[in-house]
């Protein structure tokens, strides 16, 4: 299994198209923190030094976890729709390890991918004295609970992906339904439902504001059994189809 | 132990009967040919050998265990397949040392292999700009990555040169030569006689043949005889069960025999012959007489 997963690492280090993808990530989280940034002094801006102008500006990270999902998804539509499938199955026949590897290797890629962008953000708030350099039990907490969060996504890209195994379709579900669908359910008053769902519990995990948010570790269960739900339907599927 | 064994294999994909009640042997050290016009199931019946598609009945075996049960299949046996594809955002070099992990191939051995295709000079650049001659190189070299004792190939000379070819075939023959086994799939056969020690033909997802080269040229050969008696040779040659058929007014075509039982007939009946001719077709003739409509089973 550890080959495999090694396997899996060496998959995603040697695509150009994951470089691209983390490339977007660490750009949007660059702009999202200037923005932070250059909203110092405006109204309902967070005290330069205070602990929760630095939340503020770590949750900038969040905008880093759509290239970790799509790692995730691409990882597993990319087989398909590159045909590299038929080798990949060929050297390892059976189809659940595959999968397996696959999903530690995006949530090992998406834990180490958040340290990255937090230390990028942390560093760009330090030298724009929005930060205080000092390592807390603050700090260690945000970024525990982000590479938790980070995980999550990776798991959830790597289930998309063997659910939906066309590429496009694959790629736009997930960002629809983040960015669409949760977003305007309180328009359609089923605001209730919000906590339980992926994105809800994902602020809950993060630490975020949300109306009647699941505890942390309730949430972190919500999505995993999200992802896992996928992963096994997926999986499934993908066990029993004719590589063709 | 055989290496390559199919018993009753059958595959029904939807409403379409692909592979039909399809049984066949490869024996260890030869180059087997397996041969079929387009459709015929050849690509499927490779499929289902390698585990890739569920068979809907029968079984495939190789060296006596499922596909899937082999550990560390890449060592064992070598596969390219038509349909199989590259990532194109990844070197050469990188597409095998991914193919290498699971079997815990070092990559000392992908750059062995990378210059036994004639690569090394393309391995660090992205499979993206490679042509189609250079994919199936490479993808020959994925499948000798773990040095394995059969090579199944689909196909393997499409988009080759003739000059590719060629060394395609010297590749594969020293293989067999030191004890290795290819069952090699092609609609070309000129290009595979020269090579193949036997071969298997379907048609329509069934076996039509299997057997050395030169039984399944023999068993389409055929005896032209030019005689003023043609149609008491002809009545003479049937009456033996020998299947002739009249060819214009003074000649006689006798096919699945040679010259010594036409010539027997013709002089135990007392008959006249002016001439009298052994044409033995190549596989190619062979192969049409066997999977065209007419030659069928069916």
Redo the contacts between chains.
Sequence with gaps: MT??V??EL??LR????TWVLLATGLVLTLAWAAAVLGNVGGIGASVPGSDQMRADLLGATGIGLYPVLLLGVVSVT?EFH???V??T??????RWRVLTAKAAAGALAGALVVVALLASVWTLGVLANAIDPAVDAGLFALTGRSMLVAVCWALLGVGVGTVVRNQTVAVLVPLAWFLLIETMMPAYGLDALMPWLPGGATTALAGGRLAGALPAWAALVALLAYALTLLVVGGRAIA?R??? | MTAISVHGLVKRFGGVLAVDDLSFEVQPGTLTGFVGPNGAGKTTTLRMILGLVRPTAGTALIGGVPYARLDRPARHVGAVLESSGFHPGRTARDHLRVLAGPSAIPTARVDEVLSEVDLDGAARRRVGGFSLGMRQRLGLAGALLGDPGILILDEPTNGLDPAGVHWLRTLLRRRVDRGGTVLVSSHLLAELALAADSVVIIKDGRLVTQGPVSAITAGAATVRVRSPQADRLRAVLTARGVAATLDGPDQVVASGVDTEVVGRAVAEAGLVVYEMSAQRPALEEAFLALTTDEGSRR
């Design positions: 080959a495999l090694r396997t060496l998959r040697t695509a150009r198209s990319g590159h045909r590299t038929t080798p199955f060929l050297v390892t026949p059976h029993r004719d590589i063709t």
